[in-house]
C-alpha cells in the first residue's frame, strides 16, 4: 500500500457515457497528478494540482475534466471519450510540486475500456 | 521528443543471476528515478539518485549515474522471481523546480525460477 487509492479499479464506459474517476492520498502531500499510461507507449502526464490549483495541463482533450476539491482528492471526470482513450488512468501524490524531484508515490490505477 | 529511455525493452534472466538495465536521457537533469511496475499496477518508487552522485545503493539495488553521457543503469543483483515487473526511470528537467518527471517506456524484467 502506498498511501494512494483510487477508485474503480476497472471501468467500462460507452462513448456517450459520464464517469468519474478518484483518486485519494493519505500521506499529507500537497502535489497531486493524473497520467495515463498506454500499451506501448511511456506514461503520459496529464494534469497536476498543487495545493487545490491546477498548475500543469498537458494539452489533454477537454473530454478529460479534473476537479481538486482539496489537497486529499483528486478526481478525473470523463465525457464522450473515444475508443483510443483505454488505458490506464494512474494518480500519484508528492509532497510537494516545487520543490523538485519528490518521489512519486501512485496508486494502483483505473483500468478503463471504452467501447 | 522523449526524455528517458531504457534499453533493453525486454530481458529475460534465470533465478539468482543479475540484471542490469540501462537509461539515456537527452537533457540535463537534477535528479533521475527508477520505478518498478508490477502488471497493471501503480508505479513503486525504487531510488533516486541526484546529478552530483554516481553511484547509489539500496539492498539489492545499484543505480549509476553517468552525466557525460546522460545514462543511468540499473542492477538488480540476485534476482528473484518476485523482481519480475516493468522498471522505468524517470526524469526532471535542471533549470527547473518543479516536480514534473518524464517517464522512459521501461524495460519489462522476467525471472524465470
Known amino acids: 500500500e502506498t498511501g494512494v487509492t483510487q477508485t474503480p479499479r476497472h471501468l467500462v464506459m460507452g462513448m456517450t457515457n459520464k464517469k468519474s474517476l478518484k483518486c485519494e492520498q493519505h500521506l499529507g502531500h500537497n502535489a497531486m497528478y493524473w497520467y495515463k499510461q498506454s500499451a506501448k507507449k511511456p506514461l503520459e502526464l496529464m494534469f497536476v494540482?498543487?495545493?487545490?490549483?491546477?498548475?500543469e495541463n498537458n494539452s489533454v482533450p477537454s473530454r478529460f475534466s479534473p476537479e481538486c476539491p482539496n489537497s486529499s482528492h483528486l478526481f478525473l471526470h470523463l465525457h464522450t471519450l473515444q475508443p483510443e482513450d483505454s488505458a490506464l488512468y494512474l494518480c500519484?501524490?508528492?509532497?510537494?510540486?516545487?520543490?523538485?524531484?519528490?518521489?512519486?508515490?501512485f496508486g494502483p490505477g483505473t483500468r478503463l475500456t471504452v467501447l | 521528443s522523449q526524455q528517458g529511455e531504457e534499453d533493453p525493452q525486454a530481458l529475460s534472466i534465470q533465478e539468482g543471476e543479475n540484471a542490469t538495465m540501462n537509461c539515456s536521457y537527452k537533457?540535463?537533469?537534477?535528479?533521475l528515478q527508477w520505478y518498478r511496475q508490477n502488471s497493471g499496477r501503480g508505479l513503486v518508487h525504487l531510488i533516486l539518485i541526484r546529478s552530483n552522485e554516481r553511484e547509489k545503493h539500496s539492498g539489492r539495488l545499484r543505480v549509476t549515474l553517468d552525466t557525460s553521457k546522460k545514462s543511468s543503469s540499473l542492477l538488480i543483483t540476485a534476482s528473484r522471481a518476485a523482481d519480475t515487473a516493468s522498471y522505468f526511470c524517470?526524469?526532471?528537467?535542471?533549470?527547473?523546480?518543479?516536480?514534473?518527471?518524464?517517464f522512459g517506456q521501461g524495460t519489462i524484467l522476467t525471472v524465470h525460477p
Open positions: 500519484a501524490s508528492s509532497l510537494s510540486y516545487y520543490t523538485g524531484s519528490d518521489t512519486q508515490y
Open positions: 494540482y498543487s495545493l487545490e490549483e491546477r498548475v
Open positions: 537533457t540535463s537533469i537534477n535528479n
Open positions: 524517470a526524469t526532471d528537467a535542471r533549470g527547473t523546480s518543479y516536480g514534473k518527471l518524464t
